[in-house]
């Protein structure tokens, strides 16, 4: 190796030709510049009592260690309609996984393993879904045709997904802008994934066959805030109807991602919107990288067609590799192979996302594709050198590697050393072409990891159990009647009361809006003081009390109307709260006296006044006039709350 080329400057550099740019100093004219451009598959299951296809509960999850039997498959692609493989079928394929269902009787049938057709779609479900979809203005279909989606991951035991679409061509308000919907569909979700390591994947099945809606924008957005304000929207649209889960895995959304010259990457499983404008960040960067490392080879290479990489078997004992992952390897009985990369020199350290550069691409690959767990390869541009120097050397001596030449170590089970150098090899020729169609899946800190090839529309098809559904115009009218009020009037209304803006996600996320509205009304309370409670107090008491069984938002209204008929001062909600969101079925008189409330007249607190000033004059005599009347309402807050309203008791002290 060139002793003059230093993999950690040739990171730094490479990261500086991207542009990269942290997201918080990143602008809209830093995303214009790379064309970004960004679409959502927004998920949400449905609040009903059986699953889509079958009559098994919805809703019911089994614990982690707890099944009643376990059933083993392994997936093999097959032809689509038009006589076609679809590619992530193919690539799952050559993973040879087997795939282990750990099933639970009370939650899972013969129709979810695939031993029975399906029932008839569930009809609560499909109403919900075309509520919905008439919110979103969406065109509801004529007839609904149930079709197949193949999904070889093993994540549904049939090896495909029952899927139909709803609604087509609608939209959704932003703030600033109008986002396109393509569609809604209505689907059975998938099992949950316990553990996926080498050749053996693990499901749960409880959450398989639930009924789900997919909502499927146009590709709108033009920056990573616009991207979670939609997806918030989404998610506060369908919440808005009240017949949808919510909680941990209830609602998960894709986002696809592109730059300007790159191709659509999905961003898959998203769970949390606020991890949206990282990931989506990170993500146009990696494609803007990938597409400098391809003009970077083509400057090298002139003709594509005849770059080849070698490969040779290396001898464990023969070279030092003090790296515990190699030792590893050998104590474990795998193969170690080098690969030798033509002009690849400065690209295996090249910048994709923060902290990783392309050679994370090819490991990862080799991962997913392989299954050899990481770590499963080092390379001669690492940061942080796995191999000693000599090796290096002996290593570019037995290839006859030139200056410009990379080269990349890995190491794994014979089984899997022929798929390794494949995956090597495919990975490699895809950086001549740019950016690669897969989907990734995201992590907390922003960056992402390759999951799978994208699907094409090779693996949707007709399901031959399932007859159309025809939507006839008394249905659709029937159901007219149950669609709430639009989330952006919602917002308007609160905008139009003053409600504080950073309670709107809160109220939203908790679909508070009609209780707040039903308050206001019925108890006529300032709009400002109810948003408030709920916006501020009652999420803070969320994140430092442990919720009651039994408790229900509806409460808060029965706290005003109680304080209200006994002429109680409002502030007092705030303590009886914390009470009632612990014990929910508390009566209002009991909280009162667990918060050691007593009833006392104005006239019993103000004539504490003349005493207490005296006081605080003799004891702070040349202290301001201000202070003196914040002592005095510290003296009697305590008494005050719930008996007189703070602002009145101030306005007396100061007279």
Same mark, same amino acid.
């Given at each position: ?27 809209? %004219?830093?995303?214009?510049? +790379? ?58 394929? @050559? ?22 057709? $399906?029932? $008839? ?8 879904? +075309? ?14 045709? +149930? ?31 109008? +986002? ?6 209505? !689907?059975?979700?998938?099992? @949950? ?17 639930? =009924?789900?809606?997919?909502?499927? #924008?146009? =590709? ?24 949808? @889960? ?19 990457? !999905? ?12 990931? #989506?960040?990170?993500e146009c960067f990696r494609q803007w990288a990938l597409l400098q490392i391809r003009e970077l080879l083509l400057q090298r290479i002139k003709n594509i067609a005849n770059w080849k990489m070698e490969v040779k078997e290396l001898d464990f004992y023969a070279l030092q590799f003090p790296c515990d992952a190699i030792k590893a390897a050998k104590a474990a009985g795998h193969k170690l192979y080098a690969v030798n990369l033509p002009e690849f020199k400065g690209i295996l350290s090249y910048f994709t996302q923060p902290g990783k550069m392309f050679a994370n691409e090819i490991s990862e690959r080799l ?13 001669? %541009? ?5 191999? /000693? ?6 290593? @570019? ?17 014979? /089984? ?14 895809? /950086? ?5 169609? !897969? ?8 960056? #992402?990891?390759?999951?799978? *090839? ?72 300032? =709009? ?25 938002? %509806?409460? *808060? ?24 969101? *612990? ?73």
């Amino acid at each position: 190796m060139n002793n003059q080329f230093d993999p950690k400057q040739n990171y730094e550099e490479s990261k500086r030709k991207v542009g990269y740019v942290p997201r918080r100093e990143a602008t809209q %004219e830093t995303y214009t510049n +790379i064309g970004f451009m960004s679409g959502l598959e927004v998920h949400q299951q449905l609040l009903t009592k059986e699953k889509l296809f079958c009559r098994c509960p919805a809703g019911v999850f089994q614990k982690p260690t707890s099944w009643d039997a376990e059933v083993i498959r392994h997936m093999r692609p097959t032809l689509s309609e038009l006589g076609e493989y679809d590619g992530t079928a193919l690539m799952e394929f @050559r993973t040879r996984k087997e795939i282990i269902y750990r099933i639970k009787n009370e939650t899972t049938c013969t129709y979810d393993v695939d031993d029975t057709p $399906p029932f $008839p779609i569930n009809r609560e479900a499909l109403g919900i879904a +075309i509520e919905i979809s008439m919110l979103s203005k969406l065109s509801l279909v004529g007839e609904v045709h +149930i079709t197949r989606k193949q999904y070889l991951d093993g994540s549904i035991p049939a090896g495909f997904q029952r899927t139909a679409i709803i609604g087509v061509e609608g939209e959704i308000p932003l703030k600033n802008k109008k +986002i396109r919907l393509i569609q809604l569909s209505i !689907e059975e979700d998938s099992c @949950r994934e316990i553990s996926d390591i080498g050749h053996t994947r693990i499901y749960r099945t409880d959450r398989l066959g639930m =009924p789900l809606i997919e909502t499927v #924008t146009y =590709p709108d957005m033009m920056n990573p805030d616009e991207v979670m304000e939609a997806c918030n929207y989404i998610r506060f649209l369908n919440r808005s109807t009240n017949k949808v @889960r919510t909680g941990i895995g209830a609602g998960r959304q894709d986002v696809n991602v592109s730059c300007k010259g790159g191709t659509r990457v !999905e961003i898959k499983g998203v769970a949390h919107t606020k991890w949206i404008p990282e990931l #989506t960040h990170n993500e146009c960067f990696r494609q803007w990288a990938l597409l400098q490392i391809r003009e970077l080879l083509l400057q090298r290479i002139k003709n594509i067609a005849n770059w080849k990489m070698e490969v040779k078997e290396l001898d464990f004992y023969a070279l030092q590799f003090p790296c515990d992952a190699i030792k590893a390897a050998k104590a474990a009985g795998h193969k170690l192979y080098a690969v030798n990369l033509p002009e690849f020199k400065g690209i295996l350290s090249y910048f994709t996302q923060p902290g990783k550069m392309f050679a994370n691409e090819i490991s990862e690959r080799l991962k997913v594709i392989a299954c050899i767990d990481i770590p499963n390869m080092t390379h001669s %541009e690492e940061l942080n050198a796995l191999i /000693a120097g000599d090796d290096q050397s002996y290593i @570019r001596k037995i290839f006859k590697a030139c200056d410009k030449d990379a080269q990349i170590i890995f190491w794994g089970p014979e /089984a899997d050393i022929k798929t390794a150098i494949e995956t090597i090899d495919e990975r490699c020729h895809m /950086a001549f072409l740019g950016v690669p169609q !897969e989907t990734r899946k995201s992590f907390i800190n922003g960056t #992402t990891i390759f999951e799978r *090839v994208l699907p094409g529309a090779d693996r949707m098809y007709p399901d031959t159990d399932s007859k159309p559904i025809p939507l006839e115009e008394a249905y659709i009218d029937s159901l007219k009647k149950n669609i709430p009020t639009e989330v952006i009037e919602r917002y308007h209304q609160l905008k139009t009361w003053k409600v504080p803006e950073d309670t709107y996600t809160y109220i939203f996320k908790k679909n508070l809006f009609p209780l707040i509205e039903k308050i206001v009304k019925d108890l006529k309370i300032n =709009p400002v003081l109810v948003g408030t409670f709920f916006g501020h107090y009652i999420k803070y008491v969320e994140g430092h009390y442990k919720k009651g069984r039994e408790f229900k938002y %509806e409460i *808060v209204y029965d706290l005003m109307a109680f304080l209200l008929k006994n002429k109680y001062d409002l502030k007092l909600a705030q303590k009886m709260f914390a009470v009632l969101y *612990v014990h929910p079925k508390m009566d209002m008189e009991s909280v009162l006296i667990s918060i050691k409330f007593k009833a006392i007249s104005k006239e019993d607190i103000t004539k504490h006044i003349p005493f207490l000033r005296e006081k605080f004059i003799k004891i702070r005599f040349n202290d301001l006039k201000e202070n003196e009347t914040n002592w005095i309402m510290g003296q009697l807050q305590q008494m005050a709350i719930g008996n007189i309203n703070l602002k009145d008791l101030k306005k007396l002290i100061e007279k």
